[in-house]
């Protein structure tokens, strides 16, 4: 009896101590709201922006009050944050520059681009902004090359090589553990398959891969030749030697760098350019400072800017691949769609998207919302580092489609992947199987943890084959329909091909080359809109729901697993779950290394 009370008064005491946390924990959350309102006002004379170029960034700052206390991952600036403060200090008379801290950045060049671009509006204000990293990789200088004034540690590093994609094929491996993939696509340049299939690229896959990665390459050398005043043969040049290896001080001889100098030296170099005394301190402001600095007031009519990041999914699955911690759901993009169709609040509607594809079935049902909501308002597409397969399905419905130059797109083309493991089953584990049917195709989908039982007949391949082309013949006709050409002048330019949104350009896959503020202008002209603002969606999280979910701990497992396998995670997480991926996909192969 004693030991009863004993857990009793244990369970009551620990249910105590939890409502105690939760209570302490919202009073900091209330407290931390009160305090960033009181925040929000002017910034101080002669601040400076301070821009962090590190690691990932998303679409979407992932927010958290706690983040100091769970880890970086619970507090990821995004990219949103980050063009709304360059825009807020450019128009901030009392903010006088920004100065660029690079670090081991590994983002999208469409992204990149996007943030660079920003940059440039900043400078045609007349302010300034001054670059300095111990270690610039690739992508971080190509922003940072924009900047007046780039330093470099003396013992430090600036990465200019190139850029590569990666395919990675896993058929032989696969077949040494008794399973072997059943493909079905459409397509000759839809190239996902190949992974399962061969063990080297195909032919028209190297020809759409070689096009963009060169059209990627030429537009990162000749915005670093126009910025540092050199040419794009001495970028070139640069990038064999891999300038990682090249002595500190021909970086400077060259222009790629204008001096080396440690961290407090540039500090220097800050407070001469604001005017200070030695023995001044620097009014910095982070881009996280910058969200309570007052900008634009919220006047005229509301744009929602709707975020769509990640892999297609028709439902939630934990270890599906993401970009980011972010994927578009099926079920809840349609959800979130029908209340901007219903509410009389928002004139217009700028998709954000910035995703590889996915599931060809959420693909339809998100296109079909979009097709509803432009019935009742213009849509705008913005397309970020990619738009391709489904993330092309999902946009080419939309009023008016915008692009980055880099950003990889198209890839018009349905494929479906089916594990087969009789071999590993019967073989190799002595299992057996039997059973009856009423009908000829009765068994087929049998499975052991998504494995197939048994391989396709001929029969079942051939029904298997129509139910692809059915579906591929449904993307090419709404991507006809959205585009207002025929089926057959799609056909030319789909088959699967993956390209740059300056090419799609010429061939009307998109309408316009430009960022985020292009499309939400657009919307602003097709809803006759003189006065407005923006208002992003879906809804965040709140930080309490993200703290208690089942699903944090995955979260931030999936963050760990990034940071060790770095540009090898998306392949790893595609080979990992290839069992619980949808059948029929409509999905972008490629993985480029941004270092």
């Not at 949103?80 to 801290?101: C, H, P, R, T, V």
């Not at 690739?138 to 990465?159: I, M, R, T, W």
């Not at 809804?539 to 940071?563: A, H, P, Q, T, V």
Request: glycine share 8%; charged share 25%; net charge negative.
């Amino acid at each position: 009896m004693k030991q009863f009370w004993k857990y009793v008064l244990a369970t009551i005491v620990g249910s105590l101590i939890m409502i105690i946390v939760v209570v302490a924990l919202g009073v900091i959350s209330i407290a931390g709201i009160v305090s960033a309102d009181e925040a929000a006002h002017s910034a101080k004379d002669n601040s400076v922006l301070v821009l962090t170029l590190n690691g990932a960034i998303g679409e979407r700052t992932q927010d958290n009050p706690l983040a100091s206390l769970l880890g970086d991952s619970f507090g990821q600036t995004g990219l949103n944050d980050i063009l709304s403060a360059i825009k807020k200090a450019a128009a901030n008379d009392k903010i006088k520059g920004i100065y660029i801290k690079a670090d081991m950045m590994s983002t999208g060049y469409g992204t990149l681009q996007e943030i660079r671009n920003a940059l440039i509006e900043f400078k045609s204000t007349g302010k300034w902004i001054i670059a300095y990293g111990d270690a610039y990789t690739q992508g971080a200088y190509y922003v940072a090359s924009v900047a007046d004034k780039v330093y470099l540690n003396p013992s430090g590093e600036l990465g200019l090589h190139g850029i590569a994609t990666q395919q990675m094929f896993v058929k032989d491996l696969y077949e040494k553990f008794g399973i072997r993939f059943q493909i079905i696509k459409v397509g000759k340049y839809k190239s996902a398959t190949e992974m399962y299939s061969e063990d080297r690229m195909s032919d028209a896959n190297r020809e759409q891969v070689t096009a963009f990665v060169e059209g990627i390459w030429d537009n990162i050398t000749s915005a670093i030749a126009a910025s540092r005043n050199i040419s794009k043969d001495s970028v070139n040049a640069f990038a064999d030697r891999f300038t990682e290896f090249i002595p500190q001080t021909e970086l400077v001889s060259t222009g790629l760098v204008d001096s080396l100098s440690y961290g407090d030296g540039v500090k220097e170099v800050l407070k001469q350019r604001l005017g200070l005394n030695e023995d001044d301190e620097i009014n910095q402001l982070s881009v996280a400072d910058m969200r309570t600095v007052k900008g634009e007031r919220k006047r005229g009519d509301k744009i929602a800017v709707y975020y769509a990041e990640g892999s297609i999914i028709d439902s939630e699955i934990e270890s599906m691949p993401s970009f980011g911690s972010s994927q578009i759901v099926g079920t809840k993009v349609c959800d979130d769609l029908d209340k901007l169709i219903t509410d009389d609040d928002v004139k217009a509607v700028v998709l954000r998207v910035n995703s590889p594809g996915g599931s060809a079935y959420a693909s339809e049902q998100i296109w079909h919302k979009l097709a509803r909501l432009k019935e009742k308002k213009p849509v705008v597409v913005s397309m970020g580092d990619y738009a391709a397969s489904g993330g092309y399905y999902i946009s080419c419905g939309a009023s008016w489609i915008v692009a980055q130059p880099t950003t990889l797109t198209g890839s018009v083309g349905i494929f479906g992947v089916i594990p087969e493991g009789s071999e590993l089953l019967t073989k190799k584990l002595s299992l057996h199987f039997d059973g009856v049917k009423t009908n000829r195709h009765a068994d087929l989908g049998a499975s052991v943890y998504s494995i197939a039982v048994r391989p396709l007949s001929a029969e079942e391949t051939d029904l298997m084959q129509s139910y692809i082309e059915r579906g591929y013949s449904l993307f090419r006709q709404r991507v006809a329909d959205g585009r207002k050409q025929t089926a057959e002048q799609i056909e030319a330019i789909a088959q699967g091909h993956v390209w740059l949104g300056q090419d799609a350009l010429g061939i009307k896959l998109v309408d316009q080359l430009g960022g985020l503020d292009d499309a939400i202008k657009k919307a602003a002209q097709l809803a006759k809109l003189d006065n407005y603002y923006t208002e992003d969606y879906p809804e965040e999280e709140s930080w309490y729901d993200m703290l208690f979910s089942s699903e944090s701990n995955n979260i931030r497992l999936e963050d760990r697993l990034k940071g060790v396998l770095g540009d090898w995670y998306l392949p790893f997480m595609c080979v990992k779950t290839a069992s619980e991926q949808a059948p029929v996909q409509a999905m972008m192969p490629y993985f480029i290394s941004f270092n």
